[in-house]
Nanobody
Framework: QVQLVESGGGLVQAGGSLRLSCAASGRTFSGYTMGWFRQAPGKERMFVAAITWSAGRTSYADSAKGRFTISRDNAKSTVYLQMNNLTPEDTAVYYC????????????????WGQGTQVTVSS
């Protein structure tokens, strides 16, 4: 049974940083893309960043470029999202997801999802 478990969310002031983690289990994710998405209240789920599990190739939404960094630790089966210089516009529930495609950005493409972790940025 595949499980993706996010952690690391919380309340932070504008300009601050958070590191989200996604612990993956239940299968071998070699060949998968791992993605981070976020969903603010009343808005649709949006792509943030993605990384290929094997080669570590990455893709970022424009809003994340230069501020967020996605990475993975194969030994720990964990994907990270380092978020710096956070703004109130980054407030959302952040979800980890897994897909067999290559760096897909559409949430409908992803097969497995975590339960989400809340990130709140105060001004």
């Amino acid at each position: 049974q595949v499980q993706l478990v996010e952690s690391g969310g919380g309340l932070v002031q504008a300009g601050g940083s958070l590191r989200l983690s996604c612990a993956a289990s239940g299968r071998t994710f070699s060949g998968y893309t791992m993605g981070w998405f976020r969903q603010a209240p009343g808005k649709e789920r949006m792509f943030v960043a993605a990384i290929t599990w094997s080669a570590g190739r990455t893709s970022y939404a424009d809003s994340a470029k230069g501020r967020f960094t996605i990475s993975r630790d194969n030994a720990k089966s964990t994907v990270y999202l380092q978020m710096n210089n956070l703004t109130p516009e980054d407030t959302a529930v952040y979800y980890c997801a897994a897909d067999t495609g290559y760096l897909k950005r559409a949430f409908s493409e992803y097969i497995y999802w975590g339960q989400g972790t809340q990130v709140t940025v105060s001004s």
